[in-house]
DNA sequence: ATCTTTGTGATACAACTGTACCACAAAACG
DNA sequence: CGTTTTGTGGTACAGTTGTATCACAAAGAT
C-alpha cells in the first residue's frame, strides 16, 4: 500500500514491495503466490482498513450521536485531508478503474460497499427525521444516494487539489442545512442589506 | 485511446498504441518523441473531444434553453452511458490518478477543467434565479459546487455498475427539484396512504 | 541536380517485469 | 532420532518496456 499510494498503483511491483517490506523477492511469492493475488490482497486491506476507521471515528462520537452528526463524521471520514485518508482515496479510485479493465480484481467490491454504506446512510436518515433532525419529507433512500454521490465527488475535487477541505465541508454542511431546515417563508434577504 | 480504454491506461505502451494505429513504433516516436508526451497529448485529446462532445450537446438544445433543462445536459453528457462516455470517464478518471503521482502528467488539468465548469454552472444558476427558474435564495457559488460533485460522484457510481443511468438520474432531478421548488408548506404524505 | 526536410522501417540495448526452480535453514511433529 | 512443514535466499529465464541508432525513401526547396 505503501509503494502504490507513493508511485501509483500501476508500478506496484513484487520486487518493490519486497524492498519496501525489507524482505526478499522470494517471500513475497511465498505469501502471495501470484501478482493478481498480491493486489487482490490489497483492496481487501485497503477495505478492511478503511472500514476499521470509520468504526472507530464513530465510536468516539459517544453513545448516541445524533444523525447529523454521524453524518459529518462520515463525511469528515471520507475527505482526504491527511495522509492516510488521501492515501485510501487515491487507491480505492486507482483500483476501482482497474477493475473495470482488468477482470483480475473484483469489481463487486465498488457495488457492494458503495451499496452497503448508502443502506446505512439511509436508516440513519430515518432516524434523523424520527428525532426531528431532518425533514420527514425526505425520501430516505434518493437522500442517502446523493450524499454518498455528493461525499465521494466532494472527496476527488479535494483530493485532486481543485477543492480545499474547508470549502467542501461548508459546501456538505450547506446541503446538510437544507435537509434539516423546515419548510419556512422567509423573506430572502440580500447581502447589501449590512456593510 | 483506444488502447487505454481497452486495457487501462497504465498498460498503454508504444508498440501497443503503434500496433492499434496500424503504424510502426518509429512513427510513435517519432510524432511523440516519448512516452511521457505521448501520454499528455492523450490527455490534451481527451479534454478537446469532451469538451467539443459537451458544446455539440448544448448547441442541440436550441436557441435559448432553459437553465434546468441545460443543467440536465450537462448531467447527461457526464453520465457515462454510451461507450464513448464510460470511455472519457474511465481515462478521465485513471489520468487524475496518475497525475498524483507521476509528475510528468500535468495536475493543473484537473484544477482548471473542473474550475470553468463549475464557474459555467454557477452564471447558469445565477440565469435560471433571474428568469424564475430557481430559487432566489440560493448561493450559485455553493449550489454549482454541490452540483459539480454530484454530477461527478453519480457518474462515478454509474460507470462502476453501483447504480443505473436511469436512477442517477431521478436522483439529480430530484435535486433539481429542489433548487426551483419555491419554499411551500406542503403537508408531508407518507407512502402508507394508497396501497 | 543537390540539399534539406519529413517520415518510415528494422533492430539493438539496457532495464525491468512476473514466474519458476533449487538449495537450505529453522522449526514442528512423529 | 528422522521427517515434514514452513519459510528464505539466490538466481535464471523469457518477455516486455522505453529509448537510441542506422539506413533509406519520398517530397520540397533552392
Redesign the interface.
Known amino acids: 500500500m505503501r509503494v502504490a ?7 506496484v511491483s513484487l520486487r518493490g514491495v519486497a524492498a519496501e517490506a525489507g524482505i526478499s523477492l522470494r517471500s513475497i511469492q511465498y505469501f502471495f503466490e501470484t501478482k493478481a493475488r498480491l493486489m487482490q490482497s490489497g483492496l481487501d486491506a485497503l477495505e478492511t482498513i478503511s472500514n476499521e476507521r470509520l468504526s472507530a471515528r464513530l465510536r468516539a462520537l459517544g453513545p448516541s450521536p445524533g444523525a447529523r452528526a454521524t453524518l459529518e463524521t462520515y463525511f469528515a471520514v471520507a475527505l482526504p485531508t491527511d495522509h492516510e485518508s488521501r492515501q485510501f482515496h ?1 487507491l480505492w ?2 483500483y ?7 477482470p483480475e480484481v473484483s ?1 463487486r467490491t ?2 457492494d460497499g ?2 452497503r454504506q448508502q443502506k446505512r446512510i439511509a436508516s440513519l436518515l430515518e432516524k434523523g427525521k424520527s428525532e426531528g433532525e431532518f ?3 425526505l ?1 430516505s433512500e ?1 437522500e442517502a ?2 450524499l ?7 472527496g ?2 479535494v ?5 480545499t477541505a474547508e ?2 465541508f ?2 456538505f454542511g ?2 446538510l442545512d ?1 435537509l434539516s431546515q423546515q ?4 423573506p ?1 434577504r440580500d447581502q447589501h442589506s449590512s456593510a
Do not use: C, K, W
Open positions: 499510494a507513493r508511485e501509483g498503483l500501476h508500478s487515491l479510485t486507482s476501482a478503474m482497474l477493475a473495470l479493465t482488468d469489481a465498488f457495488v458503495p451499496n425533514r420527514r419529507a425520501n434518493t444516494t446523493i454518498i454521490s455528493l461525499i465521494h465527488g466532494l476527488t475535487a483530493l485532486v487539489g481543485q477543492r470549502s467542501a461548508a459546501s450547506h446541503y437544507r419548510t419556512s417563508l422567509e430572502d
